[in-house]
């Protein structure tokens, strides 16, 4: 059974920086992409970046481009999302996803994803 395990949401101020990981459990992610997509109130879920299976290519939405970094720990079976520079507009809850579809495709719909974490929190206040 696949199982994906966010962590890393919190409370933090504009400006301040976080870290959410995603663990998979039951699969490896050698063979698949690896997405993080985000819901914030009254919005609908956008994928926000993704990371290929041999890490070799990533792609950001604009909303989040130069300020997230995506990467992926193999040998660990867990990806990071690092966001710096965070603006109240990112307060959403934070999915992480895995899929099939090459990151190079930009994969954004939520539909073109097989695998889902059950998401973490981060909010932006001051």
């Known amino acids: 059974q696949v199982q994906l395990v966010e962590s890393g949401g919190d409370l933090v101020q504009p400006g301040g920086s976080l870290r959410l990981s995603c663990t998979a459990l039951?699969?490896?992610?050698?063979?698949?992409?690896m997405g993080w997509f985000r819901q914030g109130p009254g919005k609908e879920r956008e994928g926000i970046s993704c990371?290929?299976?041999?890490?070799?290519?990533?792609y950001y939405a604009e909303s989040v481009k130069g300020r997230f970094t995506i990467a992926k720990d193999n040998a660990k079976n867990t990806g990071y999302l690092q966001m710096n520079n965070l603006e109240l507009e990112d307060t959403a809850v934070y999915f992480c996803?895995?899929?099939?579809?090459?990151?190079?495709?930009?994969?954004?719909?939520?539909?073109?994803?097989?695998?889902w974490g059950r998401g973490t929190q981060v909010t932006v206040s001051s």
């Open positions: 996803a895995l899929g099939v579809v090459p990151c190079s495709y930009h994969p954004t719909d939520a539909h073109e994803w097989h695998h």
């Open positions: 990371i290929s299976d041999s890490d070799s290519y990533s």
């Open positions: 039951g699969v490896s992610l050698d063979y698949y992409t």
